[in-house]
């Protein structure tokens, strides 16, 4: 199965290093700068609790963001993951666009709720499914990712034709469940992203705000008190919009789980805060923003997270 992960980033590597290690998977990273030179020139350590693992160069093949496609994978590709900030899903939707076979299908496992369209859009819906990963990873340096919560990968159709049982999403399942990086279908992916969306707003604002990792926001019961009621406002708004969302007491529970699962990770928009780069806030948060916005209702907590991060993302240019 030929495989290209677009955006090789913390979650990106995390997917392409426990992939190499399926013989039947080929791989094609697309990355930025000096992350492209160090995957191509020397490879990945992938750090886990256990022994860190090293994947040589040779495992896959690499090419940096605007760089020609090889022509062995143009129009070749069976499956086209998106990995990259969600600042780049136009730029790389019609990077998998090119890639794609005829047969071939799309995932997105960036955070956010919109990254489906734009790739239905490029893609087409037939060749898009909807998906999300609850695994936390930290990108320690060029060619280093630290593999910091065990999660799931949940994937499920969006609008299109394929199922489960489409050959090649069989197969990609099947892969992903020898590399133990834990796949699920749901038959109900649209709840499933949003849930990824509300656990998002309650973690990723306040973590790195508080320059945290994601287990403080359950040790803290002041952090954890701002963490709930930031998701459970959200997740009225979800309602709001027609989002059969479950019940307050179970969008807490697994709350909780994540935070434990995922306790010794940096989130993602803590280690774009430190990398001093636009951080994820308007696909989070400020996506919750805007649909209140719609539906004539206030978000102030939600809010205040966007001004604030956006005030540190600023002062951070300066
Ligand atoms: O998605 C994440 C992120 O960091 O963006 C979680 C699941 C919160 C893990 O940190």
Not at 26 to 46: D, H, K, M, N, P
Not at 64 to 83: K, N, Q, R
Not at 236 to 256: A, F, H, T, W, Y
Not at 264 to 279: K, P
């Amino acid at each position: 199965m030929k495989c290209a992960i677009l955006g090789a980033g913390a979650i990106g590597t995390l997917v392409a290093a426990q992939l190499s290690q399926i013989d039947e998977v080929e791989l094609l990273l697309c990355s930025r700068r000096e992350q492209a030179l160090v995957l191509a020139a020397i490879g990945l350590r992938l750090e886990t609790e256990s022994m860190p693992t090293s994947i040589p160069a040779s495992r896959w093949t690499v090419v940096e963001f605007g760089e020609t496609l090889p022509s062995h994978w143009a129009a070749a590709t069976d499956v086209v993951i998106l990995c990259s900030k969600t600042n780049a899903s136009e730029e790389l939707s019609a990077v998998a666009a090119r890639l794609l076979s005829s047969e071939g299908f799309t995932i997105s496992l960036q955070n956010g709720i919109s990254n489906e369209n734009i790739l239905a859009g490029y893609c087409g819906s037939n060749r898009t499914l909807g998906a999300l990963t609850t695994h936390g990873a930290t990108r320690l340096e060029p060619g280093v990712t630290r593999w910091a919560g065990r999660g799931e990968i949940v994937i499920g159709n969006c609008g299109g034709n394929l199922t489960a049982g489409s050959p090649l999403v069989a197969e990609l399942l099947t892969h992903l469940e020898a590399a133990e990086l834990n796949p699920r279908w749901s038959e109900n992916i649209e709840v499933e992203l949003w849930l990824k969306l509300l656990l998002n707003c309650a973690i990723n604002p306040l973590a790195a705000i508080c320059g945290c990792n994601n287990g403080e926001l359950l040790e803290s019961a002041e952090l954890h008190e701002q963490s709930v009621a930031t998701m459970l406002e959200a997740a009225k708004v979800g309602r709001m919009v027609g989002i059969d969302l479950p019940g307050d007491e179970s969008l807490i529970e697994q709350l909780n789980m994540v935070l434990a699962s995922t306790a010794e990770n940096d989130c993602s928009m803590l280690q774009d805060l430190r990398r001093g780069v636009i951080t994820e806030i308007d696909s989070i948060n400020g996506e919750v923003i805007k649909l209140a916005e719609h539906a004539g209702i206030a978000c102030p907590l939600n809010s205040q997270l966007v001004a604030l991060v956006k005030g540190i993302e600023n002062s951070l240019r300066h």
